[in-house]
Structures are given as C-alpha cells and as structure tokens.
C-alpha cells in the first residue's frame, strides 16, 4: 500500500534540523508553556525544491497539533488561495 501524506517518518536528512526548528519555534511562540498551556499551534512544512512528479513527499512537523486540526487549517489555506470564500472548521 503505498504511503499517504504524513503517514511516513520525516526523511532521515531533514530530522534533526526540523526537532531543532519545532522546538525552537514553540519557545519563541509559547516560553515555557507545555502542552495545554500553549497558546500557540504552528506546523512546519519541509520538502524539497524541483523534485515534483519523484517520489518525494512532504515532510511536517508540530507542537502537537491534532492531525485533523492540521488537515482544516490546510484546507482552509487552499480555499483562500485558490480565493473561494472563507471556509470554517475546527482550527
């Protein structure tokens, strides 16, 4: 069965530098607050340039973010650049 989006590891060339970014980032974004005291929820995407149609995926990396929480707010980003009217969700 072949991997869907996110169902693999984050490739092992990208790993250590997205935990370092993620937990770098939710310091910046949350300061010492840990799990429900977080206020702020990010995703960083990873993948590499020109390699559309490989075999390739996209990498990405939370603060704990529910991974459907995740799926809204990406639709909800793909209906605002494609410019469809504001789309609501749980995110």
């Known amino acids: 069965m072949p ?4 169902d693999g590891p984050i490739r ?7 935990n370092a970014i993620a937990q770098g980032l939710d310091k910046i974004l949350n300061g010492e607050a840990k799990g429900d005291e977080r206020k702020t929820g990010f995703v960083l995407l990873v993948f590499p340039f020109g390699e559309a149609g490989q075999k390739n ?11 459907r ?3 809204t707010v990406m639709r909800e980003m793909i209906a605002r650049f494609e410019g469809q009217p504001e789309l609501t ?3």
């Open 12 to 18: 092992q060339e990208y790993r250590a530098a997205m």
């Open 89 to 91: 969700g749980r995110a």
């Open 3 to 6: 991997e869907r989006l996110g």
């Open 69 to 71: 929480d995740v799926v």
């Open 57 to 67: 995926r996209c990498n990405f990396i939370s603060n704990g973010a529910d991974r």
